[in-house]
């Protein structure tokens, strides 16, 4: 296992020696949302009994949590493609296995972090969020299938270019239409279905039940642990696949 | 007698319709320091990559103590210690950190790990800058720690591409030093290179590789000794052409026949001769 805390630690060590800057930019997208969305324009609106403030906090974390777990790509391709770190990884005897879940932990991290500024924020602005085990085993979950998936584009891609493409075809459009700025049941029944099974959709219905004191599905936590198993094996194979 | 520590039986590597590699095949023995000369893009690098296990061959097979490598990848791995030709450190994490990272990556015990660093930064005289960042450092000193990095987990072999490309001359000095007193410890080397001085100064055998090919081994001594001794330049309007001869007495006779009309150096041998010979043979 020490394999595994090798690229984690390394992963942490640059977090720390980053840590202001990460932090700053880890609340500057939820500040701008919950200025823009939840105080400017949705003032007057409320949404199942709720001010739009406290529907979209919930939201708002799965949808961060999402983003910055999948942000490991990023340092991943810097890794790869400039540094060229990744080929010390390469030539070591770490496994794969090891290799993967040091960084798709890294990226829970990240996300884990990112909860907390936003949590730190709505309990600032006043917002009161229910939180239990299930709340934050959610947003595990989440993250490690974000971070895997971050972790299965940086080895498919070959250039830092390829890359954006990526977040905008797929990561963009579900972070505004996954249930984090507003109900799915408001989306044309055509899309509906799809869009409720997307994991990201799922994380916001668990969060925003459990902020709000609600009972949840208790399957879709399920399906999540399943889609970050399947997520994972994903994240391994395109590693072995990424060698020559 | 020398026990031969790694083997490379007839290599190829193609990629799409060009060979990298095409029927490369050498031994090298344990505690030598093996060079592999060649041009640019004449397969040195694929070579040594195939050996740390980050390429795959196309055929062929490599040997680590008369065991397959790809059979036995990741024991193999922990025998070897690659420095690449670019500097691939975390420019943001200090010396001791990379060092640290590296010893956890090779699954060392934290007070081997602790203990390696203090005697590599000892030995690399980098002791005071341990706590300095990568980024912060000059181009020798991060060759330095690229080196040492890669002895942390105590490697059988160690693998170095073109260690001094791009070095001032004296940082190059420096970096020589370091590399035969790492041999002198019981590493056995392999290394590629294109700087003549170099192989000769360094190796203790030179295999002369052109277009994926091994052309022949030998120790530099040898391959100087089988051209002459002596290197007579003449500096033709349109060409510099160099003669070999084997008696002092003879290569001064042409001198004096030619220094009438065109500009001439009387020189010794060296290693930079034979390979500009088998550029010429293969041209």
Same mark, same amino acid.
């Given at each position: ?20 800057? &990460? *932090? ?7 500040? *701008? ?74 990226? &829970? ?7 907390? &500024? ?127 | ?84 030709? $670019?500097? #691939? ?12 990272? $590296? ?77 035969? #007193? ?11 290179? $294109? ?29 100087? #000794? ?58």
């Amino acid at each position: 296992m020490k394999g595994f805390l090798a690229i984690y630690l390394r992963e942490i060590l640059l977090l720390k020696k980053r840590l202001f800057r &990460v *932090l700053l930019s880890f609340s500057i997208n939820p500040l *701008l949302y919950i200025f823009a969305f939840g105080i400017g324009l949705g003032k007057n609106i409320n949404i199942e009994g709720k001010t739009y403030l406290e529907f979209l906090i919930p939201g708002l974390i799965a949808a961060t949590s999402m983003l910055q777990a999948f942000a490991i790509n990023v340092e991943i391709n810097i890794s790869r493609f400039y540094l060229k770190i990744f080929e010390e990884f390469q030539a070591s005897p770490l496994s794969c296995f090891n290799y993967a879940l040091g960084e798709v932990l890294s990226g &829970v991290t990240r996300a884990i972090l990112s909860t907390l &500024v936003i949590l730190l924020i709505s309990f600032l602005t006043g917002i009161k969020l229910y939180l239990n085990f299930y709340f934050f085993l959610t947003v595990f979950l989440n993250a490690f299938i974000f971070a895997s998936l971050g972790l299965t584009s940086a080895m498919i891609i070959k250039s830092h270019a390829d890359q954006a493409l990526i977040t905008n075809f797929i990561i963009t459009p579900m972070m505004f239409l996954g249930g984090t700025f507003f109900p799915t049941e408001n989306l044309p029944s055509l899309i509906k279905p799809v869009i409720e099974t997307l994991p990201l959709t799922m994380t916001s219905h668990i969060l925003r039940n459990i902020a709000f004191n609600k009972s949840f599905e208790f399957s879709h936590l399920l399906i999540l642990f399943f889609i970050a198993l399947l997520s994972f094996i994903m994240a391994f194979y395109s590693l072995k696949w990424a060698k020559d | 007698m020398s026990i031969i520590i790694l083997r490379v039986e007839n290599l190829i590597k193609k990629y799409d319709s060009l060979y990298a590699l095409n029927g490369a095949s050498f031994e090298v023995k344990e505690k030598e320091l093996f060079a592999l000369l060649g041009p640019n893009g004449a397969g040195k690098t694929t070579i040594l990559r195939i050996i740390a296990g980050l390429t795959n061959p196309t055929s062929g097979k490599v040997y680590i103590f008369q065991k397959d490598l790809l059979k036995n990848l990741i024991w193999a791995k922990s025998q070897i210690g690659i420095i690449p030709q $670019h500097i #691939n450190l975390d420019l943001e994490l200090t010396i001791e950190e990379n060092l640290f990272i $590296h010893g956890l990556l090779y699954k060392m015990p934290l007070s081997l790990i602790k203990k390696r660093i203090n005697e590599l930064l000892e030995f690399a005289g980098l002791n005071e800058r341990r706590d300095s960042k990568i980024k912060e450092l000059s181009e020798g000193l991060k060759r330095r720690v690229l080196i040492i990095r890669a002895l942390m987990h105590q490697p059988k072999i160690l693998l170095l591409d073109e260690p001094t490309a791009g070095l001032d001359p004296h940082i190059r000095r420096k970096i020589w030093s370091l590399i035969k #007193n790492i041999q002198t410890r019981g590493t056995t080397i392999v290394l590629t290179t $294109h700087y003549m001085d170099e192989a000769e100064n360094l190796a203790d055998r030179v295999a002369f590789i052109f277009s994926g090919r091994i052309i022949e081994i030998d120790t530099p001594q040898n391959f100087i #000794n089988k051209l002459g001794s002596y290197a007579l330049d003449v500096y033709f309007s349109d060409e510099l052409k160099t003669f070999y001869f084997n008696e002092k007495t003879a290569a001064e006779k042409e001198l004096i026949k030619y220094s009438k009309n065109y500009f001439v150096s009387l020189r010794k041998i060296t290693l930079e001769d034979v390979f500009l010979q088998y550029v010429e043979k293969r041209l």
